[in-house]
């Protein structure tokens, strides 16, 4: 199985996109909901809870482990690939979502002026900036945290008046820090769920990213790439899903996240 990860529901937004793409494979869905949110979050709590999180992915008979969430991404991932990998079965793999999104960046931006809306654990690491700069030291980056997103995600407040205020908030914000802003990326899995209201209160000319399809079109490739793991994955098109937190509410939230979308949900201890 592809397993895929996320301190709660956003991750789903990767996994639609996946999904859609690969329908063929087989997908074990994780949301940490009992200990989500991630986002403010210390470097060593993130990295703890995400390893655990692959751990049981690998433990239920993931191949490989995409962490559908920026937090972990930017705090967990290099640790686990390089420390812990070999221990937890040296030919499983662990991706994450930032550099599938930053690759396409360069190509996106005319201005050369991009802002990254995030986690503070995000924002305060700093990845995006770097890894956008490995590719495009010229192109300027302004980060900026927006705690309040993923708690009205979670809350299913994304859509409410309630809303309008807190996105607006964040949007001005960035592009008073830059007005040269041209493209923005949504770099939380969560925020995809925002997109109406984000796209409301963004002046048009700004482009609004999500990472969705370019995760899924990075893990293509890298299937293509990678022979040994893609005959590795077995294809029988399903997908089951696991919380830390009760089976019957992450029912009930999943399916705003993947509407029309029949699962099957079991509670698990990490
Ligand atoms: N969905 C996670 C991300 O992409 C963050 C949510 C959280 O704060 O737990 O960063």
Redesign the pocket.
Known sequence: MIGVF???Y??LTILRQIRSLLPEYDYLYLGDNAR??????SFDVVYRYTLEAVRALFDRGCEMVIL???????KALRTIQQNDLEKLGGEKRVLG?IRPTVEIVPTLTRSQHVGVL??Q??ILSRSYELEIHKQNPDISVTGVACPMW?PLV?NCEYDTPGADYFVKKRIDQILRIDPEIDTLIL?????PLLMNKIVKHTPPGVRVISQGDYVAAALRDYLRRHPEMDCRLERRGTARFLTTEDSAKFLENASIFMPGCDIEVEKIML
Do not use: I, K, Q
Request: charged share 10%; net charge negative.
């Open positions: 996320d301190s709660g956003g991750g989500a949110p991630y986002g403010s979050r559908a969430c920026n937090t972990a991404s930017a979502v995030a986690t654990g995000t993923v979670e770099a939380c899995t969560h925020y």
